[in-house]
């Protein structure tokens, strides 16, 4: 049973665009949300990460929005790069550090 | 930020045999870490929380007793693949919890087992 759903399953943006991945969950034990990018053959690398008492956050090209009310969560990825193609997986973590991931999305950036 | 490293990063075994896989905290004393498996294009599912110098606690469905995991020390833990079978191969990741950076989990690059 997949506690974080994630959409979409893949998508394909022009470099420059702004691709959109969007979250939810229902646990609301869940109190950290963190977004990792994975390049085939290598672990995940945590790329930002938010609370529920925050509602945007801001890391370089990356935005995490946050609505507590609703238990969605979306990473936005600024100017889009080539080398931001990657499968990019959201995820959501109790106190005792247990991460529940998302099925992931994988971003094509086209040059 | 912190680093995990996963040794081997890729190995090859006959079926029957065990594997053995390392995941050590470079420069921070992990008293939690985990282990993951991932099937290839498909998401990363936790198998077992390990604790240092305690039993691994292991999620349903995962055979305790075909994946030994040992928590030595603050900065070492291992997956023990036991009689490998070719649906086992898949790529094992470990993470690690440190203190800082409120509750950011750390990930190794991986071990790729392929079970032939």
């Known amino acids: 049973q997949q506690q974080v759903k994630q959409s979409p399953q893949s998508l394909i943006v022009q470099k420059g665009g702004i691709p959109i991945i969007n979250c939810a969950y229902e646990n609301t034990a869940f109190d950290y949300f963190p977004w990792y990018q994975q390049f085939p053959g290598k672990g995940p690398a945590l790329l930002i990460a938010?609370?529920?008492?925050?509602s945007e956050k801001k890391e370089g090209r990356f935005t995490i929005s946050f609505n507590k009310s609703a238990k969605q969560f979306s990473l936005h990825i600024m100017d889009s790069q080539p080398g931001d193609s990657a499968t990019y997986f959201c995820a959501a973590s109790r106190p005792d550090y247990k991460l529940s991931f998302g099925a992931g999305t994988t971003v094509t950036v086209r040059a | 930020g912190a680093v995990v490293s996963q040794h081997p990063s890729w190995v090859i075994c006959k079926s029957g045999t065990s594997v053995k896989i390392e995941c050590r905290s470079l420069d921070f004393q992990a008293t939690t870490m985990f282990w993951y498996r991932q099937f290839p294009k498909q998401s990363l599912m936790l198998m077992a929380t390990s604790n240092e110098g305690s039993k691994a606690t292991y999620e349903q469905g995962v055979e305790k007793d075909k994946f030994l995991i040992n928590h030595a020390s603050l900065t070492l833990s291992t997956l023990t693949v036991t009689s490998a079978h070719p649906e086992d191969s898949s790529f094992y990741i470990c993470?690690?919890?440190?203190?800082?950076?409120?509750?950011?989990?750390?990930f190794g690059e991986g071990s790729r087992l392929t079970v032939l």
């Open positions: 938010i609370r529920p008492d925050v």
């Open positions: 993470s690690a919890s440190s203190s800082r950076g409120a509750g950011e989990l750390f």
